[in-house]
């Protein structure tokens, strides 16, 4: 995402270490790094590790599934299935795997920022839309903790592209799909996801 001259990192290493870590612009966002907020960094370690368990349970499974097939000349079909099953939380783990190698771990917005950032809460309206809430998140992860009424927007949506590093008042014009809508920040609480997920 990164434009103009900002030089491009080869690691999240490579990245200013100014503190605090805040993103104030879309152009400070880098390709191949993955930002996350403290809370999310948890919750990808700690679905790596339920997936890294239920791939091993999967691994023992299909072991036995074969051993057995291989003594009574069955065909290997469940086996196979064992492998077929094991395809999601393969690509599940490899997607988790990567995010935490190219991590960039945030800091949460403090209430002075009086722009949007990744980890504000921000009220909007998109054209004529009544107005509804989202977080502005490092990565989207199943989670329990997630509140069902404030909608999750990566730092990589349309959205929040358009709204990072804008303040209230602001209209900055977000591309949706085919559409260029005008988006109104309304609201913006910084202390909002720190206090509910951390």
């Given at each position: ?12 290493e ?23 907020l ?11 590790a ?33 492998k ?35 980890g ?23 989670s ?21 590093g804008?303040?209230?008042?602001e ?9 260029t809508?005008?988006?109104?920040i ?7 996801q720190?206090l509910?997920?951390?």
């Open positions: 995402m990164t434009t103009g001259e900002n030089v491009q990192p080869t690691s999240s490579e990245i200013s270490t100014s503190t605090p870590h805040i993103i104030s612009s879309v152009e400070q966002l880098h390709e191949g790094v993955t930002y996350l403290p809370h999310e960094l948890i919750r990808v370690q700690d679905l790596l339920k997936t890294e368990a239920e791939l091993k349970v999967l691994a023992e499974q299909r072991f036995e599934a074969m051993h057995q097939s291989s003594e009574t000349w069955h065909d290997n079909a469940p086996a196979e299935a064992i077929h099953t094991g395809e999601v939380p393969g690509r599940r783990r490899d997607k988790l795997d990567k995010m935490l190698r190219s991590q960039f771990i945030l800091d949460y917005p403090s209430k002075e920022i009086p722009f949007a950032t990744i504000s809460r921000v009220l909007i309206k998109v054209g004529q839309t009544e107005p509804f809430t989202i977080d502005i998140v490092g990565a989207q992860t199943e329990t903790d997630s509140n069902p009424d404030i909608e999750e927007s990566t730092y990589r949506s349309p959205l929040a592209i358009a709204i990072i804008k303040s209230v008042g209209t900055p014009l977000a591309t949706i799909g085919d559409r809508l005008e988006v109104t309304l609201g913006i609480d910084q202390e909002a720190q509910e997920y951390s």
